[in-house]
């Protein structure tokens, strides 16, 4: 009923609800797009898109299409790899840093195994030098970990702001201690705030150390103190500590993904390209 191509337009349109953004990821045209959405718009006799000079949404029906294309062209990908003789078995042992399972990483996973049911997924959540470490030892195939810019290393997924985090109202005068909530170490977090706060001269101190990205977000809702994320991981109900708490500023941090050159390429290269794909 509903054309496999059409359907792939429009996910692409659902996920950068921007017409040329889509247009430039898929290699076709605006026109194209536009007319792959209307024609599914036809097919289904639903407005799935709505469209003005200044935003594209989505609507209800557009939100319910968005997974129902996910479902059918994961099956459609299966089935075109299975009988092609093309599908992918064996294991793939990934390590993702804890607080990036915030992005849109489950959803890619959990595509991923629709559409390689034979690959066998070994999954270790951890700090992304933990997780650097492991794939050195070669107990890891791929993993997509937080750096410093200008490291080098791995294929960059996203370049994003590093952030002080607390609850809406906090705030901090410049001869306060600051209170941190902090992985334990090694983490990357931890070492840049403690770097910056010492190099700016203010005192600080670990209210709470916490090994999960769970934790540690429950930590600040106590309001145990404040936290250090990457400027799209801030959850909606938490603030970017404001100007008037004189914290330094923290810098960048690169997300990439680093391969173990020994791996199975096959099912490597197909979850970097998914992740690459989607953010």
């Not at 490291?151 to 996203?158: I, K, N, P, S």
């Not at 923290?250 to 391969?259: E, H, I, K, N």
Request: proline fraction near 5%; include cysteine; charged fraction near 20%.
């Amino acid at each position: 009923m509903f054309d496999p191509v059409q359907l792939r337009t429009f996910l692409t349109v659902s996920e950068t609800l921007n017409f040329t953004a889509a247009a430039a990821r898929l290699g076709i045209s605006q026109p194209t797009v536009s007319q792959h959405v209307a024609r599914l718009e036809r097919a289904a006799h639903r407005r799935l898109v709505q469209r003005d000079t200044h935003e594209v949404t989505l609507t209800d029906n557009g939100q319910a299409m968005a997974g129902f294309a996910r479902t059918i062209l994961a099956a459609h990908d299966q089935a075109s790899a299975y009988f092609t003789g093309s599908a992918m078995s064996g294991r793939l042992r990934f390590g993702a840093a804890d607080d990036l399972a915030l992005t849109q990483l489950p959803r890619i996973l959990r595509d991923f195994g629709q559409l390689h049911p034979r690959v066998t997924m070994e999954l270790t959540i951890a700090q992304s030098l933990v997780l650097h470490r492991r794939l050195l030892a070669g107990h890891l195939d791929l993993v997509f970990i937080k750096q410093n810019p200008g490291d080098g290393v791995g294929r960059l997924v996203r370049r994003d702001r590093l952030t002080w985090v607390g609850l809406p109202g906090a705030a901090l005068g410049e001869a306060d201690i600051v209170p941190l909530i902090t992985y334990p170490n090694p983490s990357l977090s931890r070492d840049t705030a403690t770097s910056v706060l010492e190099r700016a001269g203010r005192t600080w101190r670990v209210t709470c150390t916490t090994r999960e990205i769970n934790g540690m977000l429950a930590a600040v809702r106590a309001g145990l103190g404040i936290t250090v994320l990457a400027q799209s991981l801030v959850p909606s109900d938490l603030v970017v500590m404001p100007a008037s708490s004189a914290l330094p500023e923290l810098g960048d941090v690169d997300m990439v993904l680093v391969d173990n050159p020994n791996a199975p390429r096959d099912p490597v290269e197909a979850l970097a390209e998914a992740i690459l794909g989607r953010h």
